[in-house]
């Protein structure tokens, strides 16, 4: 699929269930992403072209690098390291030494949701009502070497992102049930507390999921059952380009270098899915073009 400015691949039709939380590893050069229903690391290798899916012991809901050779994944049980090894190996999920145990009781019917690294090392991670229907969720943050996450916001249904803008010094985070991006100064543990919304969405345009900022602090927003990726201008969060990709349900995108957007997509409630639905795409991007305005 080409677009002005952008041209979809489809990569692999991998039939996730709920596709999610790509990290682009430039250590070993390669996407690691999600089947957060599937209980699946899904490992996609550009130079090769190597796919590889391998089971999980544990529903793991978001990745974040740790350094080469590793990663860190939110799991039920809590913060593990993950090492992923050889890709066509099984990797190794450390549920016997977790860094930090899961801030949530499991019997009140919460989980983790995504997760990002801050600029200044720390982990921020959303919590959620597994059923989507309470407001029981919020945001947490974890600081290498500490015992346990620290709240930093509640009230929220669905968590995603969150995303970091260093240029501006401003964090984002998002309410998918809300349609709404929220905006923070700093990323500070008492930031969330002075956070105002940036971005609401009408139903028709689906709603924001998984998102990430390039180096000029455009926001990058997936949006599910809306088919696009949007990018958004950091000065106020107006629709600068929309990239449609053929699945319905994108989930989060990340990037692999400047020119390359990978996108994760989610077959997960839809009657009938097709091979788009649950697949890794690659979006080539010309940000000229893409963000020149039409005449």
Not at 14 to 38: F, H, N, Q, T
Not at 120 to 142: C, H, N, P, S, Y
Not at 203 to 226: H, I, K, S, Y
Not at 263 to 269: D, F, I
Request: with cysteine; glycine share 12%; net charge neutral.
């Amino acid at each position: 699929m080409t677009g002005r400015g952008a041209t979809v691949e489809r990569l692999w039709a991998a039939g996730a269930v709920l596709g999610e939380s790509p990290v682009w590893s430039g250590d070993d050069a390669r996407l690691y992403w999600l089947d957060i229903k599937g209980r699946a690391l899904l490992v996609f290798e550009p130079a090769t072209g190597g796919r590889w899916r391998h089971p999980l012991p544990v529903r793991t809901t978001a990745l974040v690098a740790d350094g080469p050779g590793r990663l860190l994944a939110l799991t039920d049980a809590g913060l593990a390291a993950l090492s992923p090894g050889a890709a066509d190996g099984a990797p190794t999920l450390d549920l016997d030494r977790p860094l930090a145990p899961a801030p949530f009781a499991r019997d009140r019917g919460l989980r983790f949701n995504d997760a990002k690294r801050a600029p200044d090392g720390a982990i921020w991670a959303g919590t959620m009502d597994d059923a989507e229907a309470r407001d029981l969720g919020g945001w947490v943050r974890w600081t290498p070497g500490a015992a346990r996450f620290e709240p930093l916001a509640d009230g929220y249904r669905v968590t995603n992102g969150p995303a970091f803008d260093t240029r501006r010094g401003v964090a984002y985070v998002t309410d998918s049930a809300r349609r709404r991006i929220d905006r923070a100064p700093g990323w500070a543990p008492g930031s969330l507390a002075a956070r105002r919304p940036f971005r609401t969405f009408d139903p028709a345009d689906g709603a924001p999921d998984g998102m990430t900022v390039d180096a000029a602090g455009r926001l990058w927003v997936a949006l599910w059952d809306g088919g696009c990726v949007v990018v958004l201008a950091p000065d106020d969060g107006r629709t600068l380009a929309r990239i449609a990709v053929p699945a319905r349900r994108p989930t989060s995108c990340a990037f692999a270098d400047a020119g390359t957007l990978y996108v994760t997509s989610a077959a997960v409630g839809l009657a009938q899915p097709q091979d788009d639905d649950g697949a890794l795409f690659r979006v080539r991007v010309d940000l000229n073009t893409l963000l020149t305005p039409e005449r």
